[in-house]
């Protein structure tokens, strides 16, 4: 998945954040304490050059997943932004 694929990805995705309520549910969104354990791992045993393929392809998911869910957290407080703008009557 490339970064282009990534952007379309979000954009369809903010399609979907039309009530505030599924933005602020995206915000919510996380990875869980193991995850980011994990992560670290991955990163440290990459800093070391010891990381096998398959710990690279897992590095790189976390990577592509991560990209993806900050773009659509961006997307979804733009969409609140502008919610509480136009729910204030200004335009």
Excluded: Y
């Amino acid at each position: 998945m490339n970064a282009m694929t990534v952007q379309h990805e979000a954009s369809i995705f903010e399609r979907l954040l039309i009530a505030p309520e599924s933005a602020e549910a995206l915000l919510s969104v996380c990875f869980s304490p193991q995850d980011e354990d994990r992560m670290r791992e991955l990163m440290e045993k990459d800093n070391q050059g010891t990381l096998n393929a398959d710990e690279q392809a897992e590095m790189e998911a976390f990577r592509q997943v991560g990209a993806f869910l900050a773009i659509a957290q961006a997307q979804a407080r733009l969409r609140l932004k502008q919610s509480s703008i136009n729910s204030s009557g200004a335009q």
